[in-house]
């Protein structure tokens, strides 16, 4: 476990000594079934509405639109990944199916769950072992090659770019050996989400449009591709700056939206309290949650789009990332 990790847990024993009222908080949360079905079908809607539009007008809607619809359906990816939106093991599975159906993003939730728990939240900003930190060999690659920065910023606009981008720099770069593991992934779970996402594709494709088709998978590529603004500018804000404290807080309206995200230093103390419940976390003990973030999601990515994409400032394990940062906050 790393010291980070174990400076959560220490702090939550003290908040919990002060304040136990905490613990009734504790749990899952079934109600955020709701949410995430009106997030599918709001993604189907868009699918639906743009069946007759040009494909640069896809796009578009998919860069303005879907993202940010993907991203608040992977709050609940996250969600699952503590077991916070039903407790049974089926009844998690069904919500990450569920899921599944809006974002179709094949098995990489199961992915995700597989090495979020077992490697971030124990081993919270340890290089060697947390799977959210970016890879220090291709982070200082990009660092240093401008053109490729530029290549892959335009890659990630298209749909697919980014599967085209992350075979060339597997090519270009090798991985940084580290220590990553993963709990085991059930494979025929994985196998249904992985065909209920061909199957959902085929269906738009087939019974709606291509452009329905084109726009779920566009939207699905660009949540996730440096031009994921929200998705992007979250990851940055929550670890990835140089600065003192363990986790930061981002407190802005996003976190309608998104579903409380911006609460992610109470959510590294408390990981067994559903986003539900976690801005009361922040009012029971506000000197405890001080880590405010000085920028929003959008800021964030805005200052590192405006690098044309630079690890620098972003990444605590490139050198000189802490004077990117301090020039950025000062």
Same mark, same amino acid.
């Given at each position: ?38 997030? +599918? ?8 509405? %743009? ?6 007008? +896809? ?15 992977? %709050? ?42 077992? $490697? ?16 220090? =060999? ?14 892959e910023s335009l890659l990630h606009l298209l749909p697919g770019g980014l599967i085209v981008s992350e075979l060339i720099i597997s090519s270009l770069v090798k991985a940084d050996t580290r220590q990553v593991k993963s709990a085991p992934i059930d494979q ?14 085929? %269906? ?35 670890? =990835? ?5 363990? $986790? ?76 990117? %940062? =301090?020039?950025?906050?000062?």
């Amino acid at each position: 476990m790393s010291i980070d990790s174990q400076w959560h847990i220490q702090r939550s024993q003290d908040i919990l000594r002060q304040y136990p009222q905490i613990r009734e908080y504790f749990g899952n949360y079934p109600l955020s079934i709701l949410p995430i079905v009106l997030l +599918v079908l709001s993604q189907w809607l868009m699918a639906w509405l %743009v069946r007759d539009l040009p494909w640069f007008a +896809v796009g578009g809607i998919a860069f303005l639109v879907g993202q940010f619809i993907l991203h608040s359906l992977g %709050v609940f990816v996250h969600e699952a990944a503590h077991n916070l939106i039903f407790k049974s093991k089926f009844g998690s599975q069904f919500a990450l199916w569920l899921i599944i159906c809006g974002s179709l993003s094949f098995g990489e939730s199961l992915t995700y769950i597989g090495v979020h728990g077992k $490697t971030h939240h124990l081993q919270l900003n340890d290089y060697q072992y947390d799977h959210e930190l970016w890879d220090r =060999h291709r982070a200082e690659f990009a660092n240093n090659h401008l053109s490729w920065r530029m290549i892959e910023s335009l890659l990630h606009l298209l749909p697919g770019g980014l599967i085209v981008s992350e075979l060339i720099i597997s090519s270009l770069v090798k991985a940084d050996t580290r220590q990553v593991k993963s709990a085991p992934i059930d494979q025929k779970f994985n196998f249904v989400l992985i065909f209920t996402s061909i199957l959902l594709y085929g %269906v738009a494709y087939l019974a709606i449009a291509p452009q329905a088709a084109l726009y779920l998978f566009w939207s699905l590529t660009l949540m996730a591709s440096n031009w994921g603004i929200t998705f992007r500018g979250q990851s940055i804000a929550e670890h =990835h700056i140089y600065h003192l404290g363990k $986790t930061y807080s981002t407190y802005s309206w996003t976190n309608i939206p998104l579903f409380n995200t911006g609460y992610h230093d109470e959510h590294h103390t408390f990981p067994q309290v559903a986003w539900i419940h976690l801005p009361k976390i922040k009012r029971l003990a506000p000197e405890y949650f001080t880590n405010d973030n000085p920028y929003s999601y959008f800021q964030w990515w805005w200052n590192w789009a405006k690098s044309i994409f630079a690890p620098a400032g972003y990444n605590r394990y490139l050198p000189d990332s802490k004077a990117s %940062v =301090h020039k950025q906050l000062t």
